[in-house]
Structures are given as structure tokens and as C-alpha cells.
């Protein structure tokens, strides 16, 4: 068979990597893929994950037998509508359906329609109206971009004057661009969070193996908040009990409601959750793989991915059964000193070839130049480890980032340090 990855981040280097694992794939095609995706796919790098038109064509003209849209843009973009219009199966969610992600205005009004618990708010598409709410608001407060945002789009203010500048921010300076035409204001909640990935086909749902990201650039969550620094799955704070709750106060009625609203979702949907003293609460839906969740999650499924993504075409998803390795894993992201603000590119990376081989080191921003590879973005590279425990895995992990070395290199050195003291308690 030939597939084609639209993207070119850890997430797709991760999901071509269990791709590969199944024997009746031939040939991977990644669009447009990085420098360390080129050992594993065919990398297009002249077509970007946006080029829909490219895309079709490239998909046309290859005979791709199944495509794996993976960034939220292809996805918001109708990149899956346009690759089914020229017969083309598909993993992933169409444009309709993607607008869980692409427009934080439609789901948190799904979630009020069909009462999915999530933190109350108001949409605001004036600046002046939404001051005057500040006004009179409890803080620290949340105040959200509509649209797609690179995941920087939610702003915390602490208080009015913060609150001010932060609708300045959005609506009047466009910071993130046309997705702050509208904002949302919503209720700041507290508690754990945890990230849950689901295969589903519309119908069925199938949860992966939770995770817990670290989203800000500094130890123990200090700083600016990045694309997320490190991963570690299975969350402890996701208690068996808590997945029972959330399957039947969240997913289930997120996918009925989708089905409801002519939408249905299919491909992977991403629930992040807080647990607040309340229960389990949505703070947001993505459309999509999570990164650098899906670098913690995929090493841990038994099943084939390739199996799974075509039984969610299909709608036959109900009918399989999927299997996950006990343990844990944990993924250290190496980034670009300077990183998220401003940061060199082009270091040249040196790789020592001593990997365990519980350990695979996935590219997130890197590129090959004149027969080296060389850092090519923020996030560089994603050091994941598969143990029978979190605290091996954690272990492994950060000893395999020492093969790496670039000028400027940075992780933080404590991811799943929380997590670690939840399982000792
Ligand atoms: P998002 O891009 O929606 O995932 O938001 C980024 C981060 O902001 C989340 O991972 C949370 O840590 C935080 N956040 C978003 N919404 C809320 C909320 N209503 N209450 C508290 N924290 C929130
Ligand atoms: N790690 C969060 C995301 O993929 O949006």
C-alpha cells in the first residue's frame, strides 16, 4: 500500500514510525515531512501542510490507497473533504467535524446545548462589551481566541488591567490574527490535568492510553507556555473510575452531539480535561493527534495503527478490539535555546549510536543540509522510552537525550517529576 502523512512535527514522525510496523505498507509519503522523518517516509518537503491543492494532486498522481491528515490546519482547511471528492480513504476528521477545534465559539456552545461539563462563559465579538463584563468579573479569569491559534491563543489575566490588555491584545491588535475576531470569556478552573486521545469512528469510541503534557518552558511549570515540553503516559491522575465518569458525562455525549449537529466526528479526538473538585470538566477539544502527546501514546499501542485508522473509515471500529502494552512512557523534548521567543536555526545536530532499544528519538524541527542534520524549529527532537514503569521510563529517556548534542540545546529536567509523586503516595 501507499500512504501519505500530511505534516512534518514529532507527532508525524511518531505515527509513520507505527505505520511502518504494519507489512502490506510500501512506501510512506510525508508532506511535507523534516529530517528526520527522510529515514523513515519519503519526504515532499516543497508541498506544506497547508498546500491543499498540492496535496490533492501529489495524492492523485501517487496512488495513495489511505491519507493521514494530522495538523489542525489541513484538517480546519477541508483537506480531508477534498481528498475524498477524488476517492481517496482518509484518517481524520472533514471540515465540519474539525470545527471542534478550529472554533472554540462552536464547542463551547455544543457543550452547553447538550450539557458536556465545561467552564461557563460568554462569546464576545466587541471589545467594549467584553471590558464591561471584566468589569464586574471574578479573577484570574480565562479569556480565549476564537479560532486556531498555535495553541497560544488563551490568555490567564490576574486582574482588570491584565484583562484589559489582553482583550486589547486579541481583538484590537490581532495577535493571533482574524482568530480573534470573537473571544470567549469563560470561568478559570482548577485541579489536574489530563489529556485523553480517542479513536472514533462517529459512533464508537475508543479512548488510547491517557497522557499529561507540560506546557510551560520552565521547571516545575514556570514561564512561558510553549507547544508542550514533555509527556508521560498512562496519567495517574486518570483513575479507572474517572475514565468511567468521563466516557459517560464527556465522550459519549460529545459524539452523539456531533452526530446531532450533522458533524459526525471521525479520526482522533482529543479531550483536555481538568479534574476539578466538581468532576471532570472539557477545556478544550482538538481535532486531531495531540503533539508531543501522541509521542507517548503510539509507543504504547500492541495493535496495528494502520488496522485501527481504517476501521475509522470504515465506521467498523466497533468491531475491533485494541490492545495496549502495560507500562509506562515518557517523552523529554530537546528545544532551540530561546525557545519560545526567538531562537537560532540550522545548528547541526550529532547523534551517538548507542540507543537502547526501549528508546526511539523522534524529529520534531529538524532538517538535513548538506548531509547533516541541522535544528530547523523550537521543538528539535522528541527522546521517548517504553519501561515497565513511568520511573524507568523517565530514567531512559533522559539518559538517552546525552546521545544528542547541538549548540543551545534545553529541556526541562523535570517532566513527570508530579506525576511520579502522585504514583508514590
Ligand atoms: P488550551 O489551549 O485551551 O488547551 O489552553 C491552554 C492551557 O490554558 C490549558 O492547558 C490550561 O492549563 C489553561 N486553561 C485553559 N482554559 C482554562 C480554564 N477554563 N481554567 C483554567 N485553566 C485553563
Ligand atoms: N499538546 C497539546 C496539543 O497538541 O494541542
Given at each position: 500500500m501507499n500512504l501519505l502523512v500530511i505534516g512534518g512535527g514529532g507527532r508525524e514522525h511518531a505515527i509513520i514510525k507505527k505505520l511502518k510496523e504494519n507489512p502490506s505498507v510500501d512506501v510512506i509519503y510525508a508532506l511535507p515531512g523534516n529530517g528526520g522523518i527522510a529515514a523513515d517516509a519519503i519526504c515532499v518537503s516543497d508541498i506544506g501542510a497547508k498546500d491543499i491543492d498540492k496535496i490533492v494532486e501529489f495524492a492523485k498522481n501517487n496512488k495513495i490507497d489511505f491519507a493521514v491528515v494530522a495538523p489542525d490546519d489541513p484538517l480546519a482547511l477541508g483537506c480531508v473533504d477534498r481528498l475524498h471528492e477524488v476517492g481517496i480513504p482518509c484518517f481524520g476528521p472533514d471540515a465540519k467535524a474539525a470545527r471542534i477545534e478550529a472554533s472554540k465559539v462552536f464547542s463551547k456552545n455544543l457543550m452547553k446545548k447538550y450539557n458536556i461539563p465545561t467552564a461557563s462563559y460568554e462569546v464576545f465579538d466587541d471589545s467594549q462589551k467584553a471590558l464591561d463584563y471584566l468589569k464586574d468579573a471574578k479573577f484570574p479569569i480565562v479569556i480565549k481566541a476564537?479560532?486556531?491559534?498555535?495553541?497560544?491563543g488563551v490568555l490567564i489575566p490576574q486582574n482588570f488591567a491584565e484583562a484589559e490588555d489582553a482583550v486589547k491584545t486579541i481583538m484590537e491588535d490581532k495577535a493571533f490574527g482574524e482568530s480573534g475576531n470573537e473571544i470567549v470569556i469563560e470561568e478559570f478552573m482548577t485541579g489536574p490535568e489530563v489529556s485523553v486521545l480517542a479513536f472514533t469512528d462517529g459512533t464508537a469510541i475508543i479512548p488510547m492510553v491517557s497522557s499529561m503534557d507540560?506546557?510551560?518552558?520552565?521547571?516545575?511549570?514556570?514561564?512561558l507556555n510553549t507547544g508542550g515540553m514533555g509527556t508521560i503516559a498512562p496519567n495517574p491522575y486518570y483513575t479507572k473510575q474517572l475514565a468511567d465518569e468521563c466516557m459517560q458525562t464527556i465522550f459519549l455525549p460529545t459524539l452523539a452531539a456531533m452526530r446531532a449537529e450533522g458533524c459526525p466526528f471521525k479520526g482522533c479526538l482529543y479531550f483536555g480535561l481538568m479534574m476539578t473538585p466538581n468532576g471532570p470538566r472539557v477545556i478544550e477539544y482538538n481535532c486531531r493527534f495531540g503533539d508531543p502527546e501522541t509521542q507517548v501514546v503510539l509507543p504504547l499501542l500492541k495493535t496495528d495503527l494502520l488496522t485501527i485508522m481504517q476501521a475509522v473509515e470504515n465506521e467498523t471500529l466497533a468491531q475491533l478490539d485494541v490492545e495496549w502494552h502495560d507500562g509506562a512512557a515518557a517523552c523529554i523534548i530537546i528545544a532551540s535555546g530561546g525557545y519560545p521567543g526567538s531562537y537560532q536555526k540550522g545548528k547541526v545536530m550529532t547523534f551517538e549510536d548507542n540507543l537502547a532499544d526501549n528508546v526511539v528519538i523522534y524529529h520534531a524541527g529538524s532538517k538535513l543540509q548538506d548531509g547533516n542534520l541541522v535544528t530547523n524549529g523550537g521543538r528539535v527532537l522528541g527522546v521517548t522510552a517504553r519501561a515497565d514503569s513511568l520511573a524507568q521510563a523517565l530514567k531512559d529517556a533522559y539518559k538517552a537525550t546525552n546521545s544528542v548534542q547541538f549548540e543551545g540545546k534545553y529541556m526541562r529536567s523535570d517532566i513527570g517529576k508530579k506525576a511520579l509523586a502522585v504514583l508514590e503516595d
Amino acid at each position: 500500500m501507499n500512504l501519505l502523512v500530511i505534516g512534518g512535527g514529532g507527532r508525524e514522525h511518531a505515527i509513520i514510525k507505527k505505520l511502518k510496523e504494519n507489512p502490506s505498507v510500501d512506501v510512506i509519503y510525508a508532506l511535507p515531512g523534516n529530517g528526520g522523518i527522510a529515514a523513515d517516509a519519503i519526504c515532499v518537503s516543497d508541498i506544506g501542510a497547508k498546500d491543499i491543492d498540492k496535496i490533492v494532486e501529489f495524492a492523485k498522481n501517487n496512488k495513495i490507497d489511505f491519507a493521514v491528515v494530522a495538523p489542525d490546519d489541513p484538517l480546519a482547511l477541508g483537506c480531508v473533504d477534498r481528498l475524498h471528492e477524488v476517492g481517496i480513504p482518509c484518517f481524520g476528521p472533514d471540515a465540519k467535524a474539525a470545527r471542534i477545534e478550529a472554533s472554540k465559539v462552536f464547542s463551547k456552545n455544543l457543550m452547553k446545548k447538550y450539557n458536556i461539563p465545561t467552564a461557563s462563559y460568554e462569546v464576545f465579538d466587541d471589545s467594549q462589551k467584553a471590558l464591561d463584563y471584566l468589569k464586574d468579573a471574578k479573577f484570574p479569569i480565562v479569556i480565549k481566541a476564537d479560532g486556531l491559534a498555535l495553541g497560544k491563543g488563551v490568555l490567564i489575566p490576574q486582574n482588570f488591567a491584565e484583562a484589559e490588555d489582553a482583550v486589547k491584545t486579541i481583538m484590537e491588535d490581532k495577535a493571533f490574527g482574524e482568530s480573534g475576531n470573537e473571544i470567549v470569556i469563560e470561568e478559570f478552573m482548577t485541579g489536574p490535568e489530563v489529556s485523553v486521545l480517542a479513536f472514533t469512528d462517529g459512533t464508537a469510541i475508543i479512548p488510547m492510553v491517557s497522557s499529561m503534557d507540560h506546557k510551560r518552558i520552565g521547571d516545575n511549570d514556570t514561564g512561558l507556555n510553549t507547544g508542550g515540553m514533555g509527556t508521560i503516559a498512562p496519567n495517574p491522575y486518570y483513575t479507572k473510575q474517572l475514565a468511567d465518569e468521563c466516557m459517560q458525562t464527556i465522550f459519549l455525549p460529545t459524539l452523539a452531539a456531533m452526530r446531532a449537529e450533522g458533524c459526525p466526528f471521525k479520526g482522533c479526538l482529543y479531550f483536555g480535561l481538568m479534574m476539578t473538585p466538581n468532576g471532570p470538566r472539557v477545556i478544550e477539544y482538538n481535532c486531531r493527534f495531540g503533539d508531543p502527546e501522541t509521542q507517548v501514546v503510539l509507543p504504547l499501542l500492541k495493535t496495528d495503527l494502520l488496522t485501527i485508522m481504517q476501521a475509522v473509515e470504515n465506521e467498523t471500529l466497533a468491531q475491533l478490539d485494541v490492545e495496549w502494552h502495560d507500562g509506562a512512557a515518557a517523552c523529554i523534548i530537546i528545544a532551540s535555546g530561546g525557545y519560545p521567543g526567538s531562537y537560532q536555526k540550522g545548528k547541526v545536530m550529532t547523534f551517538e549510536d548507542n540507543l537502547a532499544d526501549n528508546v526511539v528519538i523522534y524529529h520534531a524541527g529538524s532538517k538535513l543540509q548538506d548531509g547533516n542534520l541541522v535544528t530547523n524549529g523550537g521543538r528539535v527532537l522528541g527522546v521517548t522510552a517504553r519501561a515497565d514503569s513511568l520511573a524507568q521510563a523517565l530514567k531512559d529517556a533522559y539518559k538517552a537525550t546525552n546521545s544528542v548534542q547541538f549548540e543551545g540545546k534545553y529541556m526541562r529536567s523535570d517532566i513527570g517529576k508530579k506525576a511520579l509523586a502522585v504514583l508514590e503516595d
